[in-house]
C-alpha cells in the first residue's frame, strides 16, 4: 500500500533524527536538539521515533553507542575508560553496567574472549543506500534492503542429511550446534543459518546447515563434527524487517521470505545468483527484526569463475 504524506513526513523527520545521532554520537544529544532536527516538538519527536524504529531516541543513542563501543574494544587497544569515554559515558563504572545490559557480560570479559555479539543495527527508513536499494513500507511497518559485500572467507558448520529448513534441522542434529558456534572466537560476524547451493553441499548431506564465518586465513581448532569450507567473495541483498514482539517470531519470518520471493532486484541493477553463496538466516531477535540475505550480482555479470 502507498505511504500516505504523512507518514512521509515523519520517516523524513526519523531519517534526519538519525542523521543528527550519527553525527554527533560522540557529543551529548538531547531531546530538544533531535526535535528541532525533526521539526517536531519534543514528545511526538520522540513518539514517531519510537513508533518507526522500536526504540526511544535514548535507547536507540544507547544502543548504537554500545555497538560501536565494542568494535573499538574488538579492533583497538584503548583502555576501557577511553572507550567509555569517548562515547560519552561519564564513567568506566556506568559504562560496564550499560554494557552488561546490553550484551550479557562486561566490557572486560568481551575483550578477553571477543564472543560473538548481537550488536544493534540500526535501521534505514527509505533513502536509498550507495547501491540505489530503497526500504519498502507498510503502514509505517518497514522492511529496508540493502547491498552488502562479503569477503572471501571460510565457514565453519555443522551439516545434516536432509534438513531443508531450521525445524528439520534441530530434529536432525539437535539444538546445541548454535552455543558451539558461539564459542568460536575468530567469527567474523554471529552464528547464522545457510541454505547452501549444490557446489557446496556434497552428496547426502542438507540443504540447511548452522554456521560461523571465519577468516580467509583461519586454522585453528574445528569442533567435533563440524567441518571448514572455503566461501567465495559475492554480494548479498539483506533484508531486515519491523522489530516484534518475541512470540510472533513466526510471523515475521514469514513476512520477509513472502517480500524475498515476489522482490525484483533487477529494477535496482541486480539479479538473483543463489549459486555465487549461501542464502543466510539471522537469528530472529524481536529487538532488530528478522533477518534474512539473499545472494546477488549486478545485471550482466558473470558467475563467479571456479565456483561452479
Known amino acids: 500500500m502507498p505511504t500516505t504524506e504523512r507518514e512521509t513526513t515523519q520517516i523524513s523527520a526519523v531519517e534526519r533524527m538519525q542523521r543528527y545521532i550519527e553525527e554527533h554520537l560522540f557529543e551529548p544529544i538531547t531531546l530538544k536538539a533531535l526535535a528541532k532536527e525533526g521539526g517536531f516538538s519534543p514528545w511526538h519527536a520522540s513518539r514517531i521515533f519510537k513508533n518507526l524504529l522500536g526504540k526511544t531516541p535514548f535507547e536507540y543513542i544507547r544502543s548504537l553507542r554500545l555497538a560501536r563501543a565494542a568494535q573499538v574494544l574488538r579492533e583497538s587497544n584503548k583502555t576501557i575508560l577511553d572507550v567509555a569515554l569517548d562515547f560519552v559515558f561519564d564513567s568506566h563504572e556506568g559504562f560496564t553496567r550499560a554494557f552488561a545490559r546490553e550484551f550479557g557480560l562486561r566490557p572486560s570479559e568481551y575483550r578477553a574472549s571477543l564472543p560473538p ?6 535501521r534505514r527508513l527509505s533513502q536509498p543506500n550507495k547501491q540505489g536499494v530503497h526500504n519498502m513500507s507498510t503502514h509505517l511497518q518497514p522492511i529496508f534492503v540493502q547491498v552488502i559485500e562479503r569477503p572471501h572467507r571460510k565457514a ?30 575468530e567469527a567474523l560476524y554471529e552464528p547464522v543459518g545457510m541454505w547452501l547451493p549444490d557446489v557446496l553441499r556434497p552428496q547426502g548431506t542438507s540443504k540447511y546447515v548452522q554456521g560461523v564465518e571465519v577468516p580467509l586465513e583461519f586454522s585453528g581448532p574445528v569442533p567435533e563434527s563440524f567441518e571448514v569450507m572455503e566461501l567465495p567473495a559475492c554480494q548479498l541483498m539483506v533484508f531486515q ?11 515475521a519470518i514469514l513476512a520477509v521470505e513472502k517480500l524475498i520471493e515476489r522482490y525484483e532486484p533487477a529494477q535496482y ?40
Open 269 to 308: 541493477g541486480f539479479q538473483w545468483a543463489d549459486e555465487d553463496g549461501p542464502r543466510i538466516q539471522l537469528e530472529p531477535w524481536g529487538y532488530r527484526g528478522y533477518i534474512e540475505a539473499r545472494p546477488v550480482r549486478a545485471l550482466g555479470k558473470p558467475a563467479l569463475a571456479g565456483f561452479r
Open 117 to 122: 555479539l548481537r550488536p544493534f543495527i540500526p
Open 241 to 251: 524487517g519491523p522489530p516484534f514482539q518475541d512470540d510472533d517470531f513466526e510471523q
Open 156 to 185: 565453519i558448520v555443522k551439516r545434516a542429511q536432509q534438513a531443508s529448513h531450521y525445524f528439520e534441522y534441530c530434529a536432525e542434529v539437535g539444538s546445541e550446534v548454535w552455543n558451539v558456534l558461539g564459542q568460536i572466537k
